[in-house]
């Protein structure tokens, strides 16, 4: 049997594929996009778990890796654990929902005819879930080394046979909703056709890896492909999304005081869960040679200005000389960013919910308006009134 999370209410907005869903997460009720807390800042600093307590209202961990063969095989062979370094499962997580986002770096299928042989990982993902299943995604392609190129890992065939596997093998004496995984990787009538036999299969609750890119206007368009379909088959009241491993910025530029933020943009491409931050392979490769450890440790520790939409450096920022220092801190700045975008999620909510859109508040902000001459606001925003006449 099919599981999806109930969504009580769908409010969509007519301009845009923002949209507040009201859902249940184990005891949490969902009300607005939330966004999920990066477990490694706590298990890193154990004392952030009483700012988290305090600074969040919906608490939700989460633990994403990459998963290569390699990985796979020794967890099959080991000890308890060993299992549990796998999921980089913590004792504080189990009071609250956490959720294990895994991207595969390989084709379980070309390996196998099916996915038997890796039940035994998919009995363990079970396990440490809770109250939600993430089917694992798969990196379409991966760069070799060795030949400088990019070798294709899977199909869109394998990629669905797959996804039907492992929903096979996670709903056995099931009760948690499922998730489904979609790769942006694959291109925009590839996403489609995902999306219909999505719709085919009744999986409604989906999760978008970003495997390190930024919400850019070719993501939203593959999003907005992908979500068309469910209008168009009359589900969308009924589709539960989930981003994870956005990039932060849209831009990196180590030189520049201020960087257009991606992450914010969560919800305005459908998101209802937006997951933690994730940064390509090798960040500033063409300039890492002339930047010194403290511009580099400077840089990264940039903040979100919810009154521009910018990432900005500390010494562009009006905080005091104490907390600039506490903010050089990795942990210590992931969850400050994680909580402030947190809360302008909440704004965008109540704006929405107040004025009935939400394209005014989001089109004053000053990167939306510089960001290629605005190029961001023209993509997010339509005036038609259906989501499936923008095509």
């Given at each position: 049997?099919?599981?999806?999370?109930e969504?009580?209410?769908?409010?969509?907005?007519?301009?845009?594929?923002?949209?507040?869903?009201?859902?249940?997460?184990?005891?949490?009720?969902?009300?607005?996009?939330?966004?999920?807390?990066?477990a490694?800042?706590?298990?890193?600093?154990?004392?952030?778990?009483?700012?988290?307590?305090?600074?969040?209202?919906?608490?939700?961990?989460?633990?994403?890796?990459?998963?290569?063969?390699?990985?796979?095989?020794?967890?099959?062979?080991?000890?308890?654990?060993?299992?549990?370094?796998?999921?980089?499962?913590?004792?504080?997580?189990?009071?609250y929902?956490?959720?294990?986002?895994?991207?595969?770096?390989?084709?379980?299928?070309?390996k196998?005819?099916?996915?038997?042989?890796?039940?035994?990982?998919?009995?363990?993902?079970?396990?440490?879930?809770?109250?939600?299943?993430?089917?694992?995604?798969?990196?379409?392609?991966?760069?070799?080394?060795?030949?400088?190129k990019?070798?294709?890992?899977?199909?869109?065939?394998?990629?669905?046979?797959?996804?039907h596997?492992?929903?096979?093998?996670?709903?056995?004496?099931?009760?948690?909703?499922?998730?489904?995984?979609?790769?942006?990787?694959?291109?925009?009538?590839?996403?489609?056709?995902?999306?219909?036999?999505?719709?085919?299969?009744?999986?409604?609750?989906?999760w978008?890896?970003?495997?390190?890119?930024?919400?850019?206007?070719?993501?939203?368009?593959?999003i907005?492909?992908?979500?068309?379909?469910?209008?168009?088959?009359?589900?969308?009241?009924?589709?539960?999304?989930?981003?994870?491993?956005?990039?932060?910025?849209?831009?990196?530029?180590?030189?520049?005081?201020?960087?257009?933020?991606?992450?914010?943009?969560?919800?305005?491409?459908?998101?209802?869960?937006v997951?933690?931050?994730?940064?390509?392979?090798?960040?500033?490769?063409?300039e890492?040679?002339?930047?010194?450890?403290?511009?580099?440790?400077?840089?990264?520790?940039?903040?979100?200005?919810?009154?521009?939409?910018?990432?900005?450096?500390?010494d562009?920022?009006?905080?005091?000389?104490?907390?600039?220092?506490?903010?050089?801190?990795?942990?210590?700045?992931?969850?400050?960013?994680?909580?402030?975008?947190?809360?302008?999620?909440?704004?965008?909510?109540?704006?929405?919910?107040?004025?009935?859109?939400?394209?005014?508040y989001?089109?004053?902000?000053?990167?939306?308006?510089?960001?290629?001459?605005?190029?961001?606001?023209?993509?997010?925003?339509?005036?038609?009134?259906?989501?499936?006449?923008?095509?």
């Amino acid at each position: 049997m099919v599981k999806n999370l109930e969504v009580k209410e769908n409010i969509p907005d007519k301009r845009s594929l923002f949209n507040i869903k009201k859902f249940k997460i184990g005891n949490l009720e969902i009300e607005r996009p939330v966004r999920t807390v990066d477990a490694r800042i706590v298990e890193r600093r154990t004392g952030l778990l009483e700012e988290v307590r305090k600074d969040f209202q919906k608490i939700i961990f989460e633990r994403s890796r990459l998963v290569t063969e390699r990985d796979l095989k020794r967890l099959l062979l080991a000890p308890d654990k060993e299992v549990n370094r796998f999921f980089k499962f913590r004792i504080f997580m189990k009071s609250y929902p956490h959720i294990f986002p895994h991207t595969f770096n390989f084709n379980p299928l070309e390996k196998s005819k099916n996915l038997e042989v890796f039940s035994g990982y998919f009995s363990y993902l079970h396990s440490f879930s809770d109250p939600l299943l993430l089917i694992p995604n798969i990196k379409i392609e991966m760069y070799e080394e060795e030949s400088g190129k990019r070798k294709r890992v899977t199909g869109m065939k394998d990629y669905i046979k797959f996804v039907h596997e492992a929903y096979r093998m996670l709903d056995y004496r099931n009760r948690k909703p499922i998730f489904v995984p979609l790769s942006l990787r694959f291109g925009i009538d590839e996403v489609r056709k995902i999306a219909k036999e999505y719709i085919r299969s009744e999986y409604y609750s989906v999760w978008i890896d970003f495997e390190g890119a930024a919400i850019t206007p070719v993501k939203v368009s593959k999003i907005r492909s992908f979500i068309m379909e469910f209008e168009q088959a009359e589900r969308l009241n009924d589709l539960v999304v989930f981003t994870t491993n956005i990039k932060r910025e849209i831009i990196s530029n180590i030189r520049s005081e201020r960087t257009p933020a991606s992450d914010v943009l969560a919800p305005l491409v459908g998101s209802n869960l937006v997951g933690v931050n994730k940064e390509p392979p090798k960040p500033f490769a063409e300039e890492i040679g002339e930047i010194k450890g403290e511009d580099l440790r400077k840089h990264k520790a940039r903040v979100f200005d919810s009154s521009t939409y910018y990432y900005l450096k500390l010494d562009a920022t009006n905080y005091n000389v104490e907390m600039r220092e506490r903010l050089l801190d990795f942990e210590y700045n992931i969850f400050f960013n994680l909580k402030l975008i947190d809360q302008e999620f909440s704004v965008q909510a109540e704006t929405f919910l107040k004025e009935g859109n939400v394209e005014e508040y989001i089109t004053k902000k000053q990167m939306i308006k510089e960001y290629r001459d605005g190029e961001l606001g023209k993509t997010l925003f339509r005036q038609e009134e259906r989501i499936s006449e923008w095509f």
